[in-house]
């Protein structure tokens, strides 16, 4: 059955390589560059530019090479640290994710300097996937990397949803929330998105650099008071200049700015399940995918998964066995403990714990792009009989999920999944197997 699940996911993973979602969507034919249903002449164009942000920039970005040949001029890749590789025309940079680091202030400086060079003869291809967010950053005047650092491990810490995280780092940052389009007119750009984000709503991925923003500084000052996050001068200054309009909002729809963009989904959570239903059915299961828009304290969800299991193992149902329920989304982490791992372990051992005793009953959950949380691995496998192998070595399951250190649990069960960065993103994978008694 582990076998059977690694599988299935590596399946999905292939699938939303972002490589192959860039020729999916991208062909060029002389100087016609094919991106969706439109067109651009590249002869019209002193300069075509590739800027890359994300875990799956290096891919991405190897692909546009690619498909442009000569007729790119260059640009940037920026993503995760031990992330980058080579390229032949576009300049490779790593920093910081999930919190930004100086490195990430540099390359948001990289960006802008790149862009202020360009004028309304160029095209420039934003390639955007999850990620971006840390990765490229401008702090607004006043406020440090050390501030939007805090507020972003505050947040995450608290259980905040990437929704919430992002309408924060876009009025900390002058990049996000339609900045980068702001720095990038008059040229003409286009966007091509490989999303990480449930229901891939354009202006969260990434915090939505290139799309008009539909949050304020209202939702940002609720934010804030909810998770009760404390701030410093800059950004107190910051937020009351925002709230009172000394300061302007983030561009919204109608600008002028987004006359000259075009923005394509090339890929999602819902094309990896897809063609992980498709693996799961060759190897024999019943198969159905849940859903792709999972969201909720990972701890929680995982009792719901575990209901479906005990379901199917009780009365095969929904699905006559053996049956894979496949299922998508990006759960979240209250960190309460001192332990570490990620969203994917914690709901592993969550799920181990409420499924305790049952036979041939297994759950994989993985993140995409083979980093769970802040770890080495993408996630973890629980079964029925997770709780009784750490009793056999001493681990108590209970108090290890209570001190949110699932990644030491596994560790030691030797249950961790670990693919190696993948170059992909696109939010996490969990699949149930159920097999016959």
Request: charged share 20%; with cysteine.
């Amino acid at each position: 059955m582990r076998n059977d699940a690694y599988s299935i996911l590596s399946e999905a993973v292939e699938a939303v390589d972002p490589a192959a979602c860039i020729y999916r969507s991208v062909s060029k034919k002389d100087n016609e560059l094919l991106i969706g249903i439109e067109s651009y002449d590249l002869s019209k164009y002193t300069n075509v530019y590739a800027i890359a942000f994300g875990k799956a920039a290096i891919s991405m970005s190897r692909a546009i090479e690619d498909v442009l040949g000569d007729s790119l001029s260059g640009g940037l890749a920026v993503t995760k640290y031990g992330f980058g590789n080579s390229l032949s025309k576009i300049e490779v940079f790593e920093s910081s994710h999930p919190v930004p680091d100086d490195n990430s202030v540099k390359a948001g400086h990289m960006v802008h300097d790149l862009l202020e060079n360009t004028d309304e003869n160029d095209l420039v291809i934003f390639l955007i996937s999850g990620g971006g967010s840390a990765l490229i950053t401008y702090p607004r005047k006043g406020i440090t990397i050390t501030d939007i650092a805090k507020i972003t491990d505050s947040l995450m810490r608290g259980g905040a949803t990437i929704d919430e995280l992002n309408t924060a780092r876009k009025h900390l940052c002058s990049i996000k929330g339609g900045g980068l389009a702001k720095m990038a007119f008059p040229s003409e750009s286009v966007s091509l998105i490989l999303s990480d984000v449930v229901g891939d709503p354009l202006d969260v991925i990434a915090s939505g650099p290139t799309v008009p923003d539909t949050s304020s500084f209202g939702d940002f000052s609720e934010i804030i008071g909810r998770y009760n996050i404390s701030l410093s001068l800059g950004v107190e200054g910051l937020l009351e200049d925002g709230l009172e309009g000394v300061i302007e909002e983030t561009p919204k729809a109608g600008d002028f700015i987004f006359e000259k963009t075009s923005h394509y989904l090339v890929g999602n959570n819902s094309l990896a399940l897809q063609e992980a239903e498709i693996k799961a059915s060759e190897l024999g299961y019943n198969t159905m995918v849940l859903t792709s828009s999972i969201v909720g304290e990972a701890k929680e969800v995982a009792k719901v998964l575990a209901s479906i299991a005990r379901e199917e193992r009780r009365r095969g149902a929904p699905l006559p066995l053996p049956a894979c329920i496949l299922a998508g989304g990006e759960t979240t982490v209250t960190m309460k403990g001192k332990g570490s791992g990620g969203r994917c372990q914690e709901m592993a051992l969550s799920f181990g714990i409420e499924v305790s005793g049952l036979n041939n009953v297994l759950l994989l959950a993985a993140g995409t792009d083979g980093n769970d949380g802040t770890t080495d691995c993408a996630g973890a496998f629980a079964d029925g009989e997770t709780v009784e192998k750490g009793k056999g070595i001493q681990l108590d399951a209970h108090m290890y999920l209570s001190d949110n250190n699932s990644y030491a649990f596994f560790k030691e069960t030797g249950d961790l999944v670990k693919t190696g960065p993948t170059g992909t993103n696109v939010m996490d994978i969990y699949l149930i197997l159920v097999d016959m008694f």
